[in-house]
């Protein structure tokens, strides 16, 4: 399997120089002792792909005269979204992240709470010094829908009936609707005329779903050291991800029963979500998966096919085969 760090880096060469930009204005918001203990999360070797887009959106207004505004928004949206991630990982009560010990297992659950909660106080903060109500106010909506779809994920845990629709309703929620929001805000603190807003946008949503999807896939068939987190964790505490659900539509009454009878007397063991795993692979399931994957990255790029108006429109384009290939 390739490094998809190492390919998604030289994607995004054309904001590299301001991807640094944002990555010493998270540190400098992280003078205070305390914030100072999550520091290694954001250097730790992260995709950096949310702030990327905020500056990609940027691309396609007046970049140059809007560059800090464009760096403080992509700054405050990577630290919603390394609060969500510290957050996640303890709900899913995952041991590694970025190849390092989550936050919560490096210092403990109480901390680990009090940072995502000080990260996103910080962030709207310096989306307040932007002077803009509609991003500070979009941005706290996209956080609503983001705690939305971890409720309902949480309500659907454990249950093997769990509908593609659910799925994806969770998914626009939880994943896809920050990744619009970059795109969206990136594209408008620009100044970008209200038809590219738009086309950006859509590209965003689609790409954030299938990124989500492909993720779930990764999840049942990569492997730990390969891919520097905790696999298999939303299986084991009883969400069921895309692929899982399609293995479980296509299965028989009796032999759903038999092979989910551990995840609803709730004892996941190693060996069960192993099993899982490996008969989704055999049944197509992850297949499957991936196609309806590359239905939303064919939304995705249609969104920003017409390329007046749309900055760095090749770079979208690598951006979505990214997405698909990172599985092969």
Known sequence: MRKPDTRLAKILQPVDRDLERVTARLLACLKNPVARMVAYLITA???????????????????????????????????????TLIHDDIIDRSLLRRRQPTFHERFGTERAVLMGDYLYATAFAILADLHDPYVTTCMAKVCQQMSRG??????????????????????????????????????????????????????????????????????????????GKTLRSDLDKGSLSLPVIYLAHSLTPRSRQELFAPLRARSASRQFLLRIAQAARHAGAIDQAMHTAEGFIRSATQAVAIQNGIGCAKTYAQLARYAIDRVQ
Do not use: W
Not at 55 to 80: C, F, K, M, N
Not at 167 to 185: E, F, G, N, P
């Open 150 to 227: 971890e409720f309902r994920e949480v309500e659907s845990r454990f249950r093997v009936d769990v509908t593609e629709a659910q799925y994806l309703r969770i998914v626009r929620d939880k994943t896809a609707s920050l990744i619009a929001a970059c795109c969206h805000l990136g594209a408008r603190v620009a100044g970008a005329s209200p038809q590219t807003i738009k086309r950006i946008s859509q590209f965003g949503s689609n790409f954030g779903v299938a990124f989500q999807i492909m993720d779930d896939c990764l999840d049942l068939i990569g492997e730990e050291h390969m891919m």
């Open 45 to 83: 070797g992260g995709k950096r792909l949310r702030p990327a887009l905020v500056l990609l959106a940027g691309r396609s207004g007046d970049y140059r005269r809007h560059q800090p505004a464009l760096v403080d928004l992509a700054s405050a949206i990577e630290l919603v979204h390394t609060a």
